[in-house]
């Protein structure tokens, strides 16, 4: 397995060579200093409260990378700490999403609320210690006392409550004395720290809710900022990863560690992902899928692992992404084009090939037998000459796409069917314009050619030239089918970049095309959920998971076979 998240060949460094990462030189030193005694202990720890998206991806293959790297071991642990936002159903969909990418969590599945008891006990350390007490203000009050970056803060009347009293609170909190919002817990640190963070931040709130795995057991719930290190440190962890964002709470994570003498695990942090044109909040994707913009959080349009999945996705296109990206110490956005070029590389080397039409007008071969129907050989994948080849059915009606076939304004660019003109058929025989057909509305219907006997593909002695080639589907053969063309989600690089606008206003409303009646070639009536195909000049595309039936298969399209979007927005 790839060791995503590792920089190749980097600027600067000359012949190729690799250069380490930053995170890469720091275990690199710690293993050098036999610091934790040469081991790496990583661990990925997402929070049950929605499913994993693209930027997820790139924490996992970077924690996952570098414990194999090392042979160290990963921990998957769930932060299980806002019982009102999380469901048993994203535990299982994280599993799914990160067996999916190809990882095992071979340190083993933990819980944040595996340590509930062990946390109100160093809570319990800290109040005894002088450095945790009980505020019994109102969140406002509390915030408005926090001061500015330029300000210090304002201490809370209840900062020097004794002893004994914090004591007999924290535990009427825990036994729900207490009303919601009543109270907290927080530690005791410094009002007039330059880090806002380290002004006595909250340690516990009260919260009357069910938990998906300890039910009404506890009511008193601990801060990230708490349970984090504690956690790591309980678990042995070594080398503890974050995003960029938390590298202000690397101080509070020591501070807790170094209060409550602990296990001292490090917290580094890193850059994390950014698309444009893609929205990466969780907060943000539920709210698409609550007000049904999208079919849920697998939608094909989604960033989600499972929509990605959903849409023809493989694992390692995911995975040759995040190494393309790499580890850095600043936040950018990345093209989602380098997403979508992952997926061409890895799927033309991959994807069997195959013909449908997904708009349909049927071609007539006037000189070719009536009732006749032949096999011609094609080959499965150019790429792959191991694959083979299938024999395709061919005879006097076909079906072409609509737009392969013009009447006017044709110039020496157009290197489809036209009058006067003559095309290849994929795999059969060149072609050559005699007449068409068209509706009331001017709408053509139907094209009249004559095929060349000698031009078979293969054994071609017709020395006629033709310059274009068009895909097609026997009539009396092909298969009707459903496919829906996805687009991106937003039409703008950075739809929640907009002071004072939502982001539902940048909405791509042409982000999904159903088209019904598409004719494919017969080898596709039996494509299974997931089954990746390249529709011949069209792109590639996927049998759809959800709805998808036997015999009955509904392709997503996956990414054209070229980016679309250079130069838009």
Same mark, same amino acid.
């Given at each position: ?52 998206? +693209? ?29 009102? /936002? ?80 914090? @004591?007999? @609170? ?108 893609? +929205? ?27 929509? @990605? ?6 694992? /390692? ?47 007539? +071969? ?28 061919? $005879? ?67 020395? +006629? ?34 002071? $004072? ?65 250079? $130069?838009?927005?």
């Amino acid at each position: 397995m790839e060791h995503a998240g590792l920089d190749k060949g980097a600027e600067g460094n000359g012949g190729g060579t690799t250069r380490r990462h930053f995170i890469q030189q720091i275990i690199d030193a710690d293993r050098e200093a036999n610091v934790y005694g040469g081991r790496v202990h990583m661990r990925f720890p997402p929070e049950p409260n929605g499913f994993l998206h +693209i930027g997820h991806a790139k924490a996992i293959c970077v924690n996952f990378g570098l414990a194999a790297e090392y042979r160290g071991q990963v921990n998957l642990r769930f932060d299980d700490t806002n019982p009102v /936002k999380e469901d048993t159903a994203y535990v299982n969909a994280i599993r799914e999403d990160i067996a999916w990418l190809g990882f095992e969590w071979n340190g083993g599945e933990f819980y944040t609320s595996d340590y509930f008891e062990t946390l109100f006990g160093y809570a319990v350390q800290l109040i005894k210690s002088g450095d945790a007490y009980v505020d019994a203000q109102s969140a406002e009050d509390i915030a408005a006392q926090k001061g500015t970056p330029t300000e210090p803060g304002k201490a809370s009347p209840f900062r020097d409550r004794p002893l004994e009293e914090n @004591l007999r @609170l924290f535990q009427e909190m825990r036994e729900g004395k207490h009303p919601e919002g009543s109270m907290v817990l927080r530690a005791k640190v410094d009002m007039s720290h330059a880090n806002m963070h380290m002004r006595d931040p909250l340690m516990y709130r009260i919260k009357f809710a069910m938990h998906h795995r300890t039910g009404d057991a506890w009511c008193i719930y601990p801060m990230y900022d708490f349970a984090h290190g504690q956690s790591d440190s309980i678990e042995g962890i070594t080398h503890s990863l974050c995003s960029l964002e938390f590298e202000v709470h690397r101080p509070l994570y020591e501070w807790y560690i170094e209060k409550l003498g602990i296990f001292p695990s490090k917290q580094r942090e890193f850059a994390r992902l950014n698309l444009n044109y893609t +929205i990466m909040s969780k907060r943000k994707l539920l709210r698409l899928v609550e007000e049904g913009v999208v079919d849920g959080w697998d939608d094909p349009r989604m960033p989600t692992l499972s929509g @990605l999945r959903r849409r023809g996705y493989s694992p /390692k296109s995911v995975r040759d992404f995040c190494d393309r990206v790499g580890v850095a110490k600043r936040n950018n956005v990345i093209d989602v084009g380098l997403l979508e070029f992952a997926l061409r590389d890895h799927l033309n080397a991959t994807a069997a090939r195959a013909m449908a039409v997904l708009r349909p007008i049927k071609m007539v +071969i006037v000189n070719y037998p009536e009732g006749q129907v032949d096999m011609l050989p094609t080959v499965n994948n150019p790429e792959n000459p191991e694959e083979g080849t299938r024999d395709i059915p061919f $005879g006097r009606e076909l079906y072409i796409e609509a737009e392969d076939f013009k009447v006017e304004g044709v110039n020496k660019k157009w290197f489809r069917l036209a009058p006067g003109r003559s095309v290849r058929l994929k795999s059969a025989y060149i072609v050559t314009y005699v007449d068409h057909k068209t509706d009331k509305a001017g709408n053509v219907t139907e094209v009249h050619v004559e095929y060349h006997a000698k031009s078979k593909s293969g054994s071609d002695t017709s020395g +006629i030239k033709a310059k274009g080639t068009l895909h097609w589907v026997e009539c009396t053969h092909a298969q009707d089918v459903e496919v829906r063309l996805y687009e991106r989600l937003f039409n703008d690089p950075s739809p929640d970049g907009h002071k $004072g606008q939502d982001f539902m206003e940048f909405l791509n409303p042409d982000s999904l095309e159903i088209l019904q009646g598409c004719k494919v070639e017969p080898v596709l009536a039996s494509a299974k959920p997931g089954q990746t195909w390249q529709f011949t000049r069209l792109g590639y595309f996927a049998a759809d998971s959800k709805y998808s039936r036997e015999g009955r298969p509904v392709f997503n399209r996956a990414v054209t076979l070229k980016d679309g979007w250079k $130069g838009k927005g």
